[in-house]
């Protein structure tokens, strides 16, 4: 699937679950806006499903707008057949994050399913290494906060955290189960 924003790329699933972690803006926080979908942004997302590696999910993403403010759309029919199970919305951050970086944070809205976050990083050498984390989205937006500390190991091979400059790439994730995905993202970027 081509957004006007050029969607391609590769992804893979992943086996873990975190706390959802919510929180409201808090004004000592200082936020770094990675994407807002507007129609002037230059961030390259990626769509993948997992018939990348032989799966049958399918799904896919488009631009919208709501009373001003641009999203992208993702909806899609996760099917843990054929040993897949993810539709996924990524983007390459090769400069990494600001150091001081304690978290992610993403302003959303959805069909109550829960959803992931997948950070990969500089250690994350294989296709189905990264860091995830999870968080619900509700039928109205909301801001969730995911501290780093927050976002778990695929393996017991990479370090149990992680660590900012070393992010290489985010991705917004249905996984794991088989259901329908239906997110709307406005927002994406990190918070000190």
């Known amino acids: 699937m081509s957004m006007s924003r050029g969607l391609v790329g590769i ?28 129609t002037e942004s230059a961030v390259p997302w990626n769509y ?10 399918v799904g896919s993403v488009r631009l ?45 809205r959805g069909n109550g399913e829960k959803y992931f976050i997948n950070l990969r990083t500089n250690g994350t050498m294989m296709p189905w290494q990264y860091y995830q984390s999870s968080f619900e989205a509700s039928d109205q937006w909301q801001v969730i906060r995911l501290p780093l500390d927050a976002f778990k190991p695929s393996s017991s091979w990479l370090r149990d955290s992680v660590l900012p400059k070393s992010i290489r790439s985010i991705g917004v994730v249905a996984y794991g189960r088989d259901h329908r995905a239906d997110i709307q993202v406005s927002e994406v970027g990190f918070y000190e």
């Open 64 to 108: 919208g707008t709501d009373n001003g403010d641009s999203y992208a759309h993702m909806t899609g029919d996760v099917s843990t057949a054929n040993n897949g199970g993810f539709i996924q919305l990524r983007t390459s951050l090769p400069s990494g994050v600001d150091k001081k970086a304690l978290g992610v944070y993403i302003k959303v």
């Open 48 to 57: 993948v499903s997992d018939q990348v590696m032989g799966g049958v999910s």
């Open 11 to 38: 992804a893979v699933m992943g086996t873990l679950c975190t706390p959802i972690v919510l929180a409201d803006s808090d004004p000592y926080e200082r936020e770094i806006l990675l994407d807002n979908f507007d």
